[in-house]
């Protein structure tokens, strides 16, 4: 009789331990699907930078040769990319959008072309979009560090190797929507 007992316990901490692991999975997929938005958005950025660029050929070929330059140097963003990679391709957006400042400084007629306006549009709209899914990435962070950290499941997150993972931090820059 007692082992019957002892069997019960035994099936009922598995089952206990499978649906841990199997929320522990759940909540790093909602990590990584949410780091997977934050590379669209921040794609789709750097395509309306090309369209910036693009009009700035019209009026200088070496600032837009310069602007090229930088796009190149750019790195890929995708699901599994740390928080650090989407802040160093950030610092290069930066870059690209400082150098495109100049051209609007020296050419203000830039600043009425039609190409120039709606690239401008769709990098803010873009702009808001990152903004918008960091914070989604940093909740459903928050959620897995959450359940790695907490009894009883951490000690399944241990058993498995799931790790906290990094959020997104708030810098002076980035508090405010750009003003370019």
Do not use: C
């Amino acid at each position: 009789m007692l082992w019957i007992i002892v069997i019960i316990i035994l099936v009922l901490i598995g089952f206990w331990g499978i649906s841990i692991y199997n929320q522990l999975i759940s909540s790093r997929e909602f990590v990584r699907n949410s780091m997977g938005n934050i590379a669209a958005q921040v794609e789709s950025r750097w395509d309306a930078v090309s369209s910036l660029i693009a009009a700035t050929k019209k009026y200088s070929s070496h600032e837009a040769e310069t602007l090229t330059n930088i796009t190149a140097m750019r790195s890929k963003v995708d699901r599994s990319s740390e928080p650090s990679a989407v802040e160093k391709d950030d610092s290069l957006f930066e870059q690209a959008m400082n150098q495109l400042n100049l051209v609007v400084e020296n050419y203000p007629e830039l600043k009425a072309d039609g190409v120039y306006i709606q690239a401008m549009e769709g990098i803010n709209k873009y702009e808001n979009k990152v903004r918008q899914a960091r914070m989604v990435y940093n909740d459903t962070v928050t959620k897995l560090n959450r359940q790695v950290q907490q009894f009883p499941s951490s000690i399944v997150a241990g058993i498995f190797k799931f790790n906290q993972e990094s959020y997104f931090q708030s810098s002076s820059d980035k508090s405010n929507m750009p003003k370019w």
